[in-house]
Structures are given as structure tokens and as C-alpha cells.
């Protein structure tokens, strides 16, 4: 399909943790773009991101749609 991978992020030490209030505001975010799909998309990226915020967000944006992922992102990056 010529989607373009985003690179995982490292294991880093120093990473935020996966915050309850984080997870909520993204949930929000993506809510916008997905509707109640995002709920499913958004424990499935905490699911997989073993509590590291950076994981999160990245899963997160694999599930989107191409098309949705730097606004998303913009939106999520404001949130830190």
C-alpha cells in the first residue's frame, strides 16, 4: 500500500510512563478522527506499549490511517 512505517521508538530509561490521564486525552484525540473504534485502537496500543508512553503513541499511530497519522500526532504531542 506505500505506507511509510514509523520508526519504534527505543526502550528508553528515561521515557515517560504510560500515564491514566495521557491515555485518556489520547483516547479523546483519536475518538475525533476513528469514533468508538478509538477505544478498541487505544487499549490495544497500551496493551502493546508495556506501560512506555513513546510506545503508546507509536502503536496508536500504526493503527490509524495513513492520512491521519501527523495531525494525530501534532495533537498528541501538545499533550506531553
Known amino acids: 500500500s506505500g505506507a511509510t ?3 519504534q521508538p527505543a526502550a528508553d530509561a ?3 510512563a504510560l500515564s491514566e490521564d495521557f491515555k485518556a486525552k ?14 478498541v ?3 490495544r496500543a497500551a496493551d502493546a506499549s508495556g506501560g512506555n508512553q513513546a510506545r503508546f503513541v507509536h502503536a496508536l499511530l500504526q493503527a490509524l490511517p495513513e492520512a491521519d497519522r501527523a495531525a494525530v500526532q501534532a495533537e ?5
Open 5 to 7: 512505517p514509523i520508526p
Open 76 to 80: 498528541l504531542d501538545k499533550l506531553h
Open 14 to 16: 528515561s521515557a515517560p
Open 41 to 43: 485502537l487505544a487499549k
Open 26 to 39: 489520547a483516547l479523546q484525540v483519536i475518538t475525533r478522527k476513528m469514533g468508538p473504534i478509538a477505544r
